[in-house]
């Protein structure tokens, strides 16, 4: 269970990747929570001069600060590294922009992420998830995060972005280039081990980035050509009531979040899920349970699939900058400080989350942070994220009998996404015909 149970001691240095790649130091953020909640720490930086950070480890302080942006300001990034005002400029997207800014800019793109919008991908949601697990099947023996978590995110964000199927997987390759920035198993170009100064002014410090911006113009200009007007990119690219409209570089950089974040978090969120099962049989018992009982109630497999999200909290933390001296649990927070908000910390508050640790799929209420919420910021994508994960719940539980993992699993070498990169499992087909006859007529095509 390493990872998702607290098995570390000792102080940790957070700003270390390397502190990451056996999972969360679930222990050390309880310590902080108890006895530290607003914990000082150096960080060295790329050229050896880089300012240290607060680290917010409680629940109640993250909802409190990411609700403050008049305080806690997003306009100068949302990682830890420090960042010119040149580099600041030519990188961020709407995520490093405070109100009004972050507000026009999130108009102009919500729109094409809405609940009723994300709704209408069901149908293909499902299908993509069917179509994986069966492949799946077939193998028996796979790397449950390569064949299965990794492949329907990166079918799901191919299909909404337009894009040809045979690009999808290179799409997903150079998202991984720039979220996974700091793992040699992604990227040549590792932000604490290589020179990567060629390309500060890329989204994360990364080349990929001038080929995303390139591909992402050249598939614009073909949908422009031929008359598309379906699909987000299209509704990101309409100007809003007000007659704003995206930039182009602004479109440039929406365009590498969208891919790196779009695919990264819920590949994580899944793996999760499939890790959870294996090591955990009870739960699936209890979800094949609910499903012959309940067929698709859509309140048990929101619930679940919220649960999931929790336990996962693939992103771990965001950055915020003081915007004038503060006072909190009785530290001084100077104007110009960085102060790391800890999601993956706030969702494992025993305070807030009875059994923090413990997977409760019926838990509700459920005031977990893993979208970021409780501000201006919250996570753009969290309905299309929620509905990937309810659907690849319900579609697994009907068509997969036995899990077992085979060999030790890998994390991610990141402080910023936590995930499983690697999880071996055996996988025989089972579930329920009666499960699957009724999430099926529950969920017409």
């Keep these: 269970m390493t990872g998702f149970t607290p098995s570390d001691q000792g102080e940790i240095d957070l700003a270390s990747h390397d502190s990451f790649i056996h999972g969360v130091p679930f222990n050390f953020f309880a310590k902080l929570r108890r006895d530290d909640p607003v914990y000082w720490q150096e960080m060295p930086g790329l050229d050896g001069k880089g300012k240290g950070?607060?680290?917010?480890?409680?629940?109640?302080?993250?909802?409190?600060?990411?609700?403050?942006?008049?305080?806690?300001?997003?306009?100068?990034g949302i990682r830890m590294e420090d960042q010119t005002e040149e580099e600041y400029l030519a990188r961020r997207t709407f995520q490093e922009t405070d109100p009004p800014e972050h507000s026009r800019l999130r108009m102009i793109v919500s729109k094409a992420f809405s609940r009723p919008v994300v709704l209408e991908y069901e149908n293909q949601i499902r299908e993509i998830c069917i179509d994986v697990i069966q492949k799946a099947l077939k193998e028996q023996k796979i790397d449950a995060t390569k064949q299965v978590a990794r492949q329907i995110p990166m079918r799901v964000l191919g299909q909404i972005l337009g894009a040809k199927?045979?690009?999808f997987e290179w799409l997903v390759e150079k998202g991984d280039q720039l979220i996974a920035n700091t793992d040699p198993e992604f990227t040549k170009h590792v932000l604490d081990q290589t020179d990567t100064d060629d390309y500060r002014l890329m989204p994360f410090r990364s080349p990929a980035g001038i080929e995303l911006f390139d591909y992402a113009q050249k598939l614009m200009a073909e949908k422009q050509r031929i008359g598309d007007t379906e699909g987000v990119l299209s509704l990101v690219l309409q100007p809003d009531e007000n007659g704003n409209q995206i930039s182009v570089q602004e479109f440039r950089n929406f365009f590498c979040l969208l891919v790196a974040a779009g695919n990264d978090t819920t590949r994580y969120s899944i793996a999760a899920t499939l890790f959870a099962l294996a090591s955990r049989p009870a739960l699936v018992k209890q979800l094949q349970e609910a499903a012959r009982n309940g067929g698709n109630d859509s309140e048990v497999w929101a619930l679940a699939a919220d649960e999931m999200i929790r336990w996962a909290s693939?992103?771990?933390?965001?950055?915020?900058?003081?915007?004038?001296?503060?006072?909190?649990?009785?530290?001084?927070?100077?104007?110009?400080?960085?102060?790391?908000?800890?999601?993956?910390?706030?969702?494992r508050d025993e305070t807030v989350f009875e059994?923090?640790?413990?997977?409760?799929?019926?838990?509700?209420?459920n005031p977990h942070?893993?979208?970021?919420q409780g501000g201006v910021h919250v996570c753009l994508g969290m309905w299309l994220a929620r509905l990937e994960v309810k659907v690849f719940l319900q579609e697994w539980i009907a068509r997969v009998g036995a899990m077992d993992l085979t060999e030790p699993h890998r994390y991610l070498r990141s402080n910023f996404i936590g995930g499983i990169k690697s999880l071996p499992m055996d996988i025989t087909k089972g579930g329920s015909d009666k499960v699957a006859l009724q999430i099926q007529s529950d969920n017409p095509p």
Aim: net charge positive; hydrophobic share 35%.
């Design 314 to 347: 693939p992103t771990m933390h965001f950055r915020r900058t003081a915007k004038r001296d503060m006072v909190l649990h009785g530290k001084t927070i100077k104007k110009g400080d960085k102060v790391i908000l800890w999601f993956v910390s706030g969702n």
């Design 355 to 365: 059994d923090p640790h413990e997977i409760n799929l019926s838990r509700n209420p």
């Design 369 to 372: 942070i893993a979208f970021g």
């Design 53 to 76: 950070f607060w680290s917010i480890t409680r629940h109640s302080d993250i909802l409190a600060i990411n609700r403050e942006y008049q305080d806690y300001s997003s306009a100068h």
């Design 165 to 167: 199927h045979e690009d």
